[in-house]
């Protein structure tokens, strides 16, 4: 109730429901981006994006050069995939191997280039390039803009993988007027955008530009939270000048970062209900801050999504920070060498937050597209304590940021009664957590709801094939 009166007499953008978690981004936060080039052969899985696997384009034990395509396939919902570094590649998808995500795929395996031939010179200090002010995006055709962004491979960064050349293709029946810059971050302990916020303003602001222009949109607006001073005051520096430009400081809240959430925050537009309901049907496009820089680097210097920003963090490593890695470098070898390794008490390891990232199965596993963070956390961090049965205190609906009733989804769900858990909108569940981190009873409501959204499209997936 006081947090909800700070933010409207503060002026800060807002959305209702949510929750107030610990940020824990203090461990890493103020750490620099550093390059990591792995010693270990890479794992390239290739399904990295929403939408069908890749199929391999390149011959078995074959020289691959950095930024070569060497997956893709021929679906619009769809991004090819690149070699991450120069190499050779050993077998063609024969690996199969649960993704950090559990999922499983097959894998291209590289084995590296000898030192220094692997990666470009300076290639650190060519992603973080600042000099982006002379680039004019209108000079730009948007077919050719959505052609460089297809080309490069580029998904949505924040996790959601969708292939962003889609999102900002021109649809005359659905005109886009706003597109959003999300540099929320809300996720505890990540801060891989906010580190390429404060150290490539210049190049996030030129990505959004050129996603308003290929969208067609009229208005950009830049959101961040407001636990990111530092980050705020950066990206205002780097829209100067730009009058249909706007930074909005957001209220530091979960799960603001999510396009349902940021939305109604920032313009005041509902969009309707998932999985159908889309930001497109309100005449907005959501563009991540990894993704806008990524395509900045695609259509300015045709460069291929190869590398990311990724936060290595949580109590149960030595030394968090924030690490440019290639796509398919190991989780094991990015903790070790990077981080320091574990620490004695590490006891689970997250592929992203802890509000939303899965644990993963093993620590082979590689660092796909959709990898912003590895959150190592101890048992203090942990709030793993049994499962109480329900005493209906309610705080799960009141506190969904989707309206949504958590405690009757999971419990249809438990007892195997999907058609139910769908009556209750299951499908509209965005899977953020909040109901689960306010159960006073412990009850794991957000897993329980992923695991009836994964039987359920399971089972439709049964009946298709009986009816065929
Ligand atoms: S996980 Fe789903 S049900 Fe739970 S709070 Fe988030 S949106 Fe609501
Ligand atoms: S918060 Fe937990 S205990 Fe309270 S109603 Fe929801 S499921 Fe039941």
Redesign the pocket.
């Known amino acids: 109730m006081i947090t909800a009166l700070r933010e409207r007499m503060s002026g800060l953008k807002s959305f209702q429901r949510g929750i107030h978690p610990p940020h824990r981004k203090k461990y890493s936060e103020s750490v620099p981006i550093e390059l990591f080039t792995p010693e270990s052969n890479l794992l390239i899985p290739m399904s990295q994006h929403i939408g069908p696997p890749c199929k391999p384009t390149i011959k078995p034990r074959e020289e691959v050069t950095y930024g070569q395509k060497i997956a893709e396939i021929d679906h619009p919902i769809s991004a090819p995939i690149h070699a991450t570094l120069a190499g050779k590649t050993a077998m063609i998808a024969v690996t199969l191997l649960p993704g950090p995500g559990g999922r499983r795929c097959d894998a291209v395996p590289i084995k590296l280039a000898s030192d220094g031939e692997a990666l470009p010179p300076d290639f650190l200090a060519q992603f973080l390039d600042r000099n982006w002010d002379s680039v004019e995006p209108t000079s730009y055709d948007p077919e050719e803009i959505i052609q460089k962004i297809r080309a490069g491979g580029l998904v949505g960064m924040g996790g959601a993988t969708f292939p962003t050349y889609f999102k900002l293709k021109r649809n005359p029946d659905q005109p886009v007027d706003t597109i959003v810059l999300n540099g929320a971050e809300c996720e505890p302990y990540l801060t891989a955008d906010h580190r390429l916020m404060l150290e490539c303003p210049e190049g996030i602001v030129c990505g959004l530009m050129l996603a308003k222009h290929a969208a067609g949109a009229q208005r950009a607006i830049i959101a961040i939270e407001e636990n990111k001073p530092d980050a705020i005051e950066a990206m205002k520096k780097a829209a100067q000048g730009r009058p249909d430009v706007e930074v909005m400081v957001c209220a530091a809240k979960y799960p603001m970062g999510g396009e349902r959430q940021l939305i109604p925050a920032v313009l005041k537009r509902v969009v309707p209900s998932a999985p159908k309901g889309l930001p497109l049907n309100v005449g907005v496009v959501v563009v991540n801050v990894s993704t806008a820089h990524g395509i900045a680097r695609a259509v300015v210097k045709d460069l291929p999504f190869t590398h990311r920003v990724v936060t290595v963090t949580g109590l149960g490593v030595k030394k968090p920070g924030n690490f440019l890695t290639p796509i398919g470098t190991s989780f094991k070898e990015l903790i070790e060498t990077c981080a320091g390794g574990v620490t004695d008490q590490a006891l689970k390891v997250l592929a992203g937050g802890p509000m939303m990232g899965p644990t993963v199965p093993s620590l082979d596993v590689p660092v796909t597209k959709g990898v912003g963070g590895i959150t190592v956390m101890i048992d203090a961090e942990t709030m793993h304590r049994e499962e109480q049965p329900c005493i209906r205190c309610g705080r ?1 609906i009141d ?4 309206y ?1 009733s ?1 405690t009757k ?1 999971a419990h249809a769900v438990k007892h195997g009664d999907y058609d139910l858990a769908n009556q209750y909108d299951m499908q509209a ?8 981190f306010v159960c006073p009873a412990q009850i794991p ?2 897993h329980y ?1 992923r695991a009836g959204k994964n039987e359920w499209n399971h089972i439709q997936v049964q009946r298709k094939a009986a009816n065929k």
């Open positions: 799960c506190n969904c940021p989707l949504l958590p989804i569940c965005c899977e953020c957590g909040c109901c689960a409501l957000a709801i």
